[in-house]
């Protein structure tokens, strides 16, 4: 037999309705508070990175002298200029070889109908 009467189940009922009604505000409370701070970092996040997106142009400000770094494509047109420069050094070198050989080919003659028939690293 039960011995609950229908008016104090009703009462205990109607406890616990207003206690899981409490609750749910509460919660509801806490969701908005929560939505407030992901929507602050959201807009933190959002400065950092037009900040971190800003920087390197800042950098274009910066003299060379006081950087502490380069950039990579500063980096790449840096050693395509010196492979340009090696380049030309050696064709320049090449080049003033030739003309002393011509040079000396000219001075003395003699050195290069050599009955010898030397190479003509020889005439160098």
Do not use: G
Not at 53 to 63: G, K, R
Not at 94 to 116: F, G
């Amino acid at each position: 037999m039960n011995c609950v009467s229908p008016f104090s189940e009703q009462e205990i009922l109607r406890e616990e309705l207003t206690c899981l009604q409490s609750s749910k505000e509460r919660l509801k409370k806490r969701v908005s508070e929560l939505e407030e701070e992901v929507k602050k970092y959201k807009e933190e996040l959002d400065k950092a990175l037009k900040r971190a997106s800003a920087q390197p142009d800042d950098e274009d400000d910066v003299p060379m002298a006081q950087r502490k770094r380069f950039t990579r494509v500063e980096m790449a047109r840096v050693l395509m200029e010196r492979n340009q420069y090696k380049e030309r050094l050696m064709e320049l070198q090449e080049a003033v070889r030739w003309a002393e050989m011509i040079r000396a080919s000219r001075e003395h003659p003699d050195m290069s109908q050599n009955p010898k028939k030397k190479t003509s690293m020889w005439n160098l």
